[in-house]
């Protein structure tokens, strides 16, 4: 039996917890590569994050930055090259950087990484330039991953809103809104949340109060919260580092708010934690 659509696997409310891989399992290969995906899968996330732009002919691949210099040694800006010019580029080490070694693996296009996710494993797909949505999303559509990925795009205000409820069902893919909730916003957020219809929210809050007053009525209409625990980019006040220090007071504090869906650059210790959450809940 394939993977469920990821409608499926949102609607299934037997689950508790999802490990989302942000740019793969990269730690002993490269971001955002081919083998980052088989690490993640090894692991048992559900997810990867992988970001996505296009090259300057129109091709989709699977970078996070504009230049090409962290993560190949390469001071190009791969978008405003085709993509025969950086197609064949080696990647670095894990996040690559000065001094990083080279992997086996290569810059890898849009189309290369679906057709490795497929039936494998949930692709949460960043586009860098919010404009390429409907391209990329075109492109998603033409392969056979297409219902077990969703997009996404911060959503700030009202022309942001209004471009997403414009392409959202030109998509014909999940869009999952990023969005800052606030105490003083929150009612104003979750009618966001309602007009797009989002079975998933990416969120970033201001107190952990508001953590669980938007959880909470997120859950009551069958809709999961996504959030990050990236050192760098925390969506609450639990970051990667705390977490693998105290674990249960982080992560667990998350799951036990009705987070089911995380992302973090420590998948391996992630997965590792939820086994255990999920043999102390029964």
Wanted: aromatic share 6%; charged share 25%.
């Amino acid at each position: 039996m394939g993977l469920p659509t990821l409608h499926e696997f949102l609607a299934d409310t037997s689950w508790h917890g999802a490990v989302v891989a942000h740019r793969g399992a990269w730690h002993q290969t490269a971001e955002n590569s081919l083998k980052s995906v088989d690490d993640a899968v090894q692991l048992g996330c559900r997810f990867v994050e992988i970001d996505v732009q296009e090259t300057i002919d129109g091709v989709p691949f699977c970078l996070h930055d504009i230049s090409l210099m962290r993560t190949t040694g390469k001071a190009l800006q791969a978008a405003a090259n085709p993509w025969a010019q950086i197609a064949d580029l080696p990647l670095l080490m894990a996040d690559g950087g000065i001094g990083a070694a080279v992997s086996d693996q290569r810059l890898p296009s849009l189309a290369a990484m679906l057709d490795h996710t497929k039936d494998r494993i949930y692709v949460d797909l960043d586009v860098k330039r919010p404009h390429q949505l409907p391209a990329i999303a075109d492109a998603v559509r033409r392969t056979d991953a297409a219902a077990h990925v969703n997009l996404k795009m911060w959503v700030h205000g009202r022309a942001d809103l209004a471009f997403a409820q414009q392409i959202k069902e030109e998509l014909g893919i999940i869009l999952k809104p990023i969005l800052l909730v606030e105490r003083s916003n929150l009612d104003h957020m979750l009618e966001v949340v309602r007009s797009l219809d989002a079975p998933m929210i990416e969120a970033n809050f201001d107190r952990w109060e508001t953590v669980l007053h938007f959880t909470d009525a997120a859950w009551s209409e069958r809709r999961d919260v996504f959030v990050n625990t990236l050192d760098e980019a925390a969506s609450t006040f639990v970051v990667d580092s705390g977490a693998l220090q105290d674990p249960k007071g982080t992560w667990g504090a998350l799951l036990d708010a009705g987070v089911r869906l995380l992302q973090t650059d420590e998948p391996e210790a992630l997965s590792a934690y939820l086994q255990r959450h999920r043999r102390a809940k029964g």
